[in-house]
């Protein structure tokens, strides 16, 4: 607290009448976002949306796990969105599956294991490939697996 959206906003000293909205999906938060603006364009009211996408995971993964470090960068990207005056529409598929968490996950640093000496020790994941539970693990098979039995029709 607060939203890292609002610490923008009143940095960059813009109007108070605008929602500003945190988004924490990772690389999938500008698709996300994107649909976010699309969906706020339907109120009559907003008529523009500036979605600031800034991902920095490289900070939670461990420079010893060759398996995921190199996979990883940080970047942003500010885009504006602007109500159409014809009524186009737009269209988007999306699909999660929770239940498959542990695919990609940073096992500590939330309130189920919160970040201590211990969650930050490296642990050898095999092939000589260290990472601490402070660090992003991702099943590369599993997510891989997910797109292409969920997303081939």
Do not use: W
Request: aromatic share 4%.
């Amino acid at each position: 607290m607060p939203a890292t959206s609002n610490i923008i906003q009143g940095r960059l000293g813009l109007k108070q009448d605008m929602l500003c909205l945190d988004i924490n999906q990772a690389c999938a938060g500008f698709v996300i976002g994107l649909m976010q603006a699309f969906m706020l364009l339907e109120q009559e009211s907003i008529r523009k949306v500036v979605l600031i996408n800034a991902d920095v995971l490289s900070r939670k993964t461990s420079p010893k796990d060759r398996n995921i470090y190199p996979l990883v960068g940080d970047a942003t990207a500010i885009t504006i969105v602007e109500r159409d005056t014809q009524d186009s529409v737009i269209h988007a598929r999306l699909k999660m599956d929770g239940s498959r968490n542990d695919a990609l996950i940073i096992p500590a640093g939330g309130m189920r294991l919160p970040c201590s000496a211990e969650t930050a020790v490296l642990e050898d994941v095999g092939d000589n490939n260290l990472r601490a539970k402070d660090h992003l693990r991702m099943d590369g098979s599993a997510i891989f697996n997910f797109v292409q039995t969920e997303f081939h029709h």
